[in-house]
Structure formats: structure tokens, C-alpha cells
């Protein structure tokens, strides 16, 4: 399947890139804004949203270099969603983004419940945070293409999260819903290798999730007896890395990779 590029707009594309997030992000229970330093220095702020009713969590935040990152979770059905919405090179014929979706399986305690992210406040809102944990990057090999058609079988945020994307939405899992389009073409080279931009290659995709609770902490009461029973009294953060690889039909959709 194919990235897709968005067509350039002026003040039309500006709402429709809000009337996006916004979709995505509507009706949530509770919110929370924090401030993060990623790995270049930068700082950002992100936004955290938890559903409980839906038993889903949002994080959202800008890179540095202008891409928009959207995970969702969503407990329910044990599917994690990542969108990324990057800024084009205009210079190079490229239109203003490119958006990618990738789908894969949320592990158990890979993230606090949505319950209790729903309940975290912060005490000072200026507080520059950064990871407790920082996890290993995980590896993933997407080399199956998804019918956005038939995903509210899987779930229910992959349309609202990856119609944009369209022919760039990608997964690893095995499932009837899914069109199977293959990754591991003989003799494919990594897009970083090719010379020609109009070239089949295998391109990868960098992100990290710089900060998000990861674990809940407990704490335990005391009585006079000695005896104690544990209470949550805080969370643990994390940081991790994934990287996505894929087939793309040509180098121009994977420029990045002439950077690494």
C-alpha cells in the first residue's frame, strides 16, 4: 500500500487539521497537559486524555521537527494506534503532510489504566517533566495493510485516528479484516541505501513516546499492630522508542531516511 500526501491548503487545511484532532480527542472524561523535554532538549506539551467509559487513553504532543504524534490505547480490544503527521519538504515536490498510521497489540501493563489516568492531577503545571524509565525501542515489521472498511471490528478509534492516512495505515497482527501486502520483497533495499527516489524500498520510522505512566506506585498504612495494606500514591513514567518498518512503492515518501 501506498503513503498517502495530503494536498496543500491554506486557511481550509489549518481547520481541517483542528476539526482532526479534534475529532479525535472530543468527549473525553478528563485531560491533562504536561510539560516534557524531548530528546533533542526541546520542550513540548503534551496532552493526556483518559476515557473511562471507553477505557481508552489519548497522548498527544508535537516534535521538534513540527511532526504531530497521536497515540491511542485502547484497553478494550488490547490495540494501541500510533499516527504521525509530518511536515513535507516543499522544496523536494513534496505536499505539505504526509501522515502515517500504525496499529499493533497493546501488552499488558504497558500503560497505567484509564481509570487511573483519568484521577492523576499534577501539582505544578510548569514543572518540566522527564522519564523515570526509559524502555527499550521496539522493533516492528508492519507487512500488512488494513481495510479501514472493517476495522471497528478491531476498534473503534482506528477510523477516527487513520482515515486520513487512508492507504499508509499499517499493522503485523493476523486477522480477516486485514489485506496482507507484503514487506519482505526480495531483494528490497532499505530506502536509506537508494539512490532513486522513484525506487520500491523498505523504509523505517522513528518515535518515541518521551514521558507517559507507565506503572502505579503503592505505598502501605501502618497501624499500631504493625501491620499495613497497600494504597496507589503516585505512578511511574516512561519513555520508548518504536521503530516501524515498511514497504513503500518509492524512495519520495521516506526521505527521512537520507538524515539517519
Avoid at 495530503?6 to 483542528?18: A, D, H, Q
Avoid at 525506487?199 to 518515535?207: A, E, I, K, R, V
Wanted: aromatic share 10%; with cysteine; charged share 25%.
Amino acid at each position: 500500500m501506498f503513503a498517502r500526501w495530503i494536498s496543500p491548503g491554506s486557511v481550509r487545511f489549518t481547520v481541517w487539521l483542528w476539526l482532526l484532532t479534534v475529532s479525535v480527542t472530543l468527549g473525553f472524561a478528563s485531560e491533562l497537559k504536561v510539560r516534557v523535554r524531548l530528546a533533542d532538549g526541546q520542550i513540548t506539551d503534551e496532552l493526556l486524555e483518559a476515557d473511562s467509559e471507553r477505557d481508552s487513553i489519548t497522548v498527544e504532543f508535537k516534535q521538534g521537527d513540527g511532526t504531530l504524534i497521536t497515540f491511542v490505547a485502547d484497553f478494550k480490544q488490547d490495540v494501541k494506534i500510533f499516527r504521525a503527521l509530518i511536515l513535507g519538504e516543499l522544496e523536494r515536490g513534496q505536499s505539505q503532510y504526509q501522515a502515517l498510521c500504525f496499529i499493533t497489540r497493546l501488552n499488558h501493563n504497558e500503560i497505567i489504566p484509564s481509570e487511573s489516568m483519568a484521577r492523576l492531577r499534577q501539582k505544578n503545571p510548569q514543572a518540566i517533566r522527564t522519564a523515570e524509565e526509559k524502555r527499550n525501542t521496539e522493533m516492528l515489521s508492519m507487512n500488512v495493510a488494513v481495510n479501514l472498511t472493517r476495522t471497528w471490528q478491531l476498534s473503534a478509534h482506528i477510523h477516527n485516528m487513520c482515515s486520513v492516512a487512508r492507504e499508509a495505515v499499517y499493522t503485523r497482527m493476523e486477522a480477516s479484516m486485514f489485506e496482507p501486502q507484503a514487506v519482505e520483497v526480495p531483494g528490497l533495499q532499505s530506502c536509506g541505501t537508494v539512490k532513486d527516489l522513484w525506487q520500491p524500498c523498505s523504509c523505517s520510522y522513528n518515535l518515541r513516546l518521551e514521558w507517559y505512566p507507565c506503572l502505579l506506585k503503592y505505598c502501605r498504612n501502618r497501624d499500631v499492630s504493625g501491620k499495613g495494606s497497600p494504597y496507589k500514591c503516585g505512578i511511574k513514567s516512561c519513555s520508548k522508542g518504536y521503530q516501524f518498518t515498511y514497504y513503500v512503492p518509492h524512495k519520495q515518501l521516506c526521505l527521512w531516511e537520507e538524515e539517519t
